[in-house]
Structures are given as C-alpha cells and as structure tokens.
C-alpha cells in the first residue's frame, strides 16, 4: 500500500506571512530535535529536485522548508536545493494537459511548493501559470457543485480518507493562495473556498465533528485536522466569527482521540490515528502515524493563530516528544523498494524507487509509525517516507519563526 500524498494539502495552511508576532510565545522546547532532523534530512535521497522516499509529498514540504529556511537561517545549501526543487514542480505543472489524465497528486503537492518558494524568494515570474491552473481546478470541483462525490473520484484517497477531508484538500489550495500571496484574484479563490465549507458542512457536519462521510459517523482525525485548518484560514481571510466557531468545535469534537496518561501508553499527548489502522494491520487502537501528527500539529498552531492561546501550542509538546522520543530510527532504501514498478528489476543491493533503480543505502529520520506497542518495521505495509520528515521541519522552523 503507497500512502496517497494528496493528504499532505492540508498542511498548506500554514505559510511565512501567517500571525502577528506574539512576544509572550511559549519557548520552543526542540531546538535539539530539529538540529538534528536538519542533518538526517540531508542523506534523504534527493535526485534532480525530487525527494525519492517521499510519496511525492516533498514537493510542497521541500521548498516549504528549503526556501523559507533559507532565507531566515542565510543557508545558499537550503537555496539551491529548494531551486532545484522548484524547477522540477514548474515542468510538473507545466506538463498537464488534462485534469482527468494528470497526476493529480504531483500535480497539486507541485502548485503548494511552487506558492512557498515564491512567498519566500519573492520572484513571482510563474504565478500567472500557477493561478491558471488552481483556476482550472476549482471550475472542476465547482462543476460538480461544490461537492466531489465518492463515485466521482473513487480510489484509495477517498476510500482512506472520506470525502470531508478530499473536499477539504481543494478548496485549501485557493486558500493557501490568497493568504500567502495575496494580490489579484483572490476575492475569486475565497468566495470559492466558502462555498465548498458550506457545501462539506451540509453533508458531513454532525453537530459536534466532521463525518468520515454522510454514513459513517465514527470519528477520524484527518476530516476535522482538516477542517480546523479551513474554517481557521477562512476565518483569517473574511473575520467571520462562524469559521472560528466551527474550527473550536471541531477540535473539541475530535478530543476522544486524544491518548491521555490515564490510557497507560506511551506518548501520551498524541492522538490516534484511526484512517488506515485497519489497512496497516493493527490489533489495537494503540496506533499513530508521523504525518497524522505533523497536521495536528498544523491545525494546532492555526487555532493558536486565530484565538492568541498559548495551550494550542503547549499541545504541540508532547506531540513533538512523541516524535523524538519514539519514532526515530533507521531506514534503508531497500526498506521501502517498490519492486514491481522497476521494468528491468533492479539488481541486488538496489532498491526501485519511483521506477529507478538506486544503490542501497540507510540513513537515521523519523518513521512512519507507532503500531501495538512498537515503531515500524520494514516488514510493515509503510516504513518510511521522507516528505513527512521535511514537513516536521517546515512546522518546526515556522513554529520558531512565524508565529
């Protein structure tokens, strides 16, 4: 099973110009953490502006992190990769001809990490491009009234995640936009991304949380991670006290998934990772992923954002402790092989990754869970991805930088 990356759009809504300043800020408490994470990331395979362990979600959360860090912390390292990554979303972007035929996957992780890198570079030489094709991509969604359906998009992504959450990846993306660059166009992308809230709030709103979908009501953590970054930007962009109201709601909606000291786990402090538990193979609800915790951590610091509450970033803490204290290890390439994609197979001692061979080599980085009692193995259906690392320090440069 390939983690489908189009999940990783609802970390678009944090961005380098979000909040004002607030000099009574908790102090960062993972400074070391995130030292070291700088160093493991770079032994992540990283070929022509690409990220090779990354389900392709190193496509936003590398210039998210490459570009913004170089800038803030003068690294020309950080530049150049965050170019070379840059260069490869623009021939991504440019080469759709079809929405219907096109990666969108690629597609969309390409136009968030192209709006970073302009927002942190200030060259905005391919903005027409990338406005043309979020455009192209809303008029899509609108068409269907707002509302992709199940059977209008069927596949792992809407079966994993629920349309709640797949809705709510489109319209961040106009959201994203409007807030982090601002200009021409905009008023347009907002007055789109309001639509689809009022049309996700229709069929998936419970009262109290945001429905896997409008028949299952058992509680998920991705649709209301979600939703509490939406209605938390739409809050920021048109000061409708509605959308503050339905993001609080939703994430105290979402607390029974919350691991507390009383459940007797490691951890506590993180939260459960119900959406691919069952796929994965646990036998307990003792199961968290690294990417689940890294928009928590989004969402956390969005409601921090919009309420001026030191206790949504305090959460954050134990989040992060989770994650350095339990979820480190070591990867190899072979790890993750996906073997069937190579046409010749590669040769021992060479792993397939996104249909090349490589040499096989191990680096240190976070895994990709904690399941039953352990952290992964390579014999787990997913081990490691390294998109998910370098969004773990996108969030913690901005927690230190922007906030």
Not at 79 to 89: P, W
Not at 100 to 113: E, I, K, P, Y
Not at 266 to 293: F, K
Request: net charge negative; glycine share 8%.
């Amino acid at each position: 099973m390939r983690r489908v990356v189009l999940i990783g759009l609802i970390g678009i809504a944090l961005c380098a110009c979000g909040g004002e300043s607030n000099k009574q800020l908790p102090p960062f408490l993972h400074g070391d953490f995130y030292g070291d994470l700088k160093v493991w990331a770079d032994d992540f395979l990283f070929v022509d502006g690409d990220w090779k362990e990354d389900f392709d979600d190193g496509a936003f959360y590398g210039p998210g992190f490459y570009a913004q860090a170089g800038e803030t912390e003068d690294d020309d390292a950080f530049r150049q990769q965050a170019l070379e990554a840059y260069q490869d979303n623009l021939a991504v972007m440019r080469a759709v001809e079809d929405l219907t035929t096109a990666d969108v996957n690629d597609l969309a992780m390409s136009l968030l990490g192209l709006i970073e890198y302009i927002d942190a570079t200030g060259d905005r030489s391919a903005l027409p491009e990338v406005d043309e094709m979020i455009n192209t991509i809303n008029e899509f969604v609108a068409s269907s009234g707002h509302y992709l359906p199940p059977e209008m998009v069927p596949g792992y992504a809407m079966y994993t995640y629920g349309p709640a959450a797949i809705n709510g990846l489109m319209g961040l993306i106009s959201l994203q936009r409007a807030y982090v660059l601002g200009g021409a166009g905009t008023d347009k992308m907002v007055d789109f991304a309001g639509k689809v809230a009022a049309k996700i709030g229709e069929h998936n709103w419970s009262g109290s949380f945001y429905k896997f979908d409008e028949d299952v009501d058992k509680l998920h953590l991705y649709p209301n991670i979600t939703m509490i970054i939406y209605n938390a930007r739409l809050y920021q962009l048109t000061d409708d006290v509605n959308y503050q109201d339905r993001a609080l709601a939703a994430y105290q909606g979402m607390q029974p998934l919350k691991m507390t000291e009383a459940d007797g786990l490691v951890g506590p402090g993180r939260y459960r990772s119900p959406y691919s538990q069952v796929d994965m193979g646990a036998q307990t609800d003792d199961y968290s992923t690294l990417s689940s915790q890294n928009y928590l951590m989004f969402a956390l610091m969005l409601l921090y954002q919009i309420t001026g509450e030191n206790r949504y970033l305090e959460e954050m803490n134990p989040v992060l402790d989770f994650l350095e204290n339990y979820l480190v290890g070591q990867a190899c390439l072979v790890d993750i092989s996906q073997d069937d994609l190579c046409d010749p197979a590669c040769a021992a001692g060479r792993a397939c990754l996104k249909e090349e061979c490589y040499d096989d080599y191990c680096h240190q980085g976070i895994l990709h869970h904690w399941m039953d009692g352990r952290l992964a193995i390579p014999d787990d259906l997913e081990f490691f991805c390294s998109g998910c690392n370098v969004q773990t320090l996108y969030l913690m440069w901005y927690r230190q930088e922007k906030l």
